[in-house]
């Protein structure tokens, strides 16, 4: 276990210096790839959870919407105006990630135990853990007066929380949420395992903003943002700052749960 650990200090220390020249018809070329992607599977994301809520979930599981306000066109017009800026920012992130691993100056490793098989599933949860507090405190400080009205009232002028709503964020906010991509370029991290923690993530913003109380969705409020726990964000705006897991409100003492706000 030393020598891997030795390795793997040895990587992020010595970060590989290759010549590149900047080539900007490939970056342009790798962005739109990568909003074409970004765009596919979040719309994907999009339709199969108002498919699932609106037409199966309800008559079985749910309890009911959370909100009652119907969503007209205009507000689901800016809810995709605002999430395909945000993507665009997104996929200038991939596109900068998809040419570093291409001319070899990320940390992205192919091999499945070329750390060991500890690291191996603890990176991606030490990423995941990082990435959460991340999204925590940068969240917290986007409600901060002075810079609310520049960036993160964009995505609070939605109140009533939709699918449509989970990446509809202005530009600057953009740049902060998908920051932690970043991390790739410097720790070691399996490829099929980030991907798959990528999609976690997604899967986890898109259902906390789905507008509907899912009663066993809710049962795990300890663990996850639900949709009930988001909800409350964004009527009252201050509290329920998690973005993925929970126990950062828990730790920091801003979680406000249904029946402490009822009370």
Known sequence: MLPQIQQLLYQILTYPKIDYKFNSNEFINEIIIAYIYFVCWMHFLYFSFCFFFDNIFLKFISKSKIQKEVIDWEVRRREIMWSSICLLVG???????????????????????????AYMFVSVAGMWLVNDTWQYFT???????????????????????????????????????FFPIMLAFVFPIYYPLMLLASFGVFVISTAEHCGYYVTFYEDFSWLFATPGHHDLHHSLRKCNYAVYFSFWDRICGTELTHKQHAQ
Do not use: D
């Not at 990630?97 to 135990?113: C, E």
């Not at 400080?141 to 964020?169: D, G, K, N, Q, W």
């Open 139 to 177: 969240h917290r400080l986007l409600h901060h007066r002075s810079i609310f009205p520049y960036a993160h009232a964009v995505h609070h002028s939605f109140h009533c929380p939709t699918v449509y709503s989970t990446m509809a964020f202005h530009p600057l906010e953009a740049i902060v949420q």
């Open 91 to 117: 996929a200038s992130f991939l596109a900068t990630l998809s040419i570093g691993r291409k001319y070899g100056k990320t940390a992205i490793y192919y091999t499945p135990f070329e750390y060991g098989s």
